[in-house]
């Protein structure tokens, strides 16, 4: 559907409590480069992805996937709606 907004910037946040999960694959690494993949395609289709995590473990996985700078790992999720705002304001001014 994105992909065929008529929009100069498009973003997706992706909101997530943990890792990749599939329930035919269990190789992490393997997930994780499969959506790394599916993150780039949507890159090269104009579409900006920003991960916000609520796994206190996922830097282990997610800098993998998304890129340093484009991911966010909160401590708490009482800080979300806080982060959200920052997260949209700083792609914004980008």
Known sequence: MLRRRRAARKLIVLVTD????DID???RWYLALDAKRTLEEQKGAGIATFCVS????????VTRMFGVGNYL???HLRRL???????YLRWAAA
Do not use: F, I, M
């Open 25 to 27: 694959v269990h190789d």
């Open 18 to 21: 943990g890792a990749p999960h």
């Open 54 to 61: 609520l796994d206190p473990g996922a830097d282990c996985y």
């Open 73 to 75: 790992v909160l401590d």
């Open 81 to 87: 709606p806080e982060k959200l705002a920052l997260v």
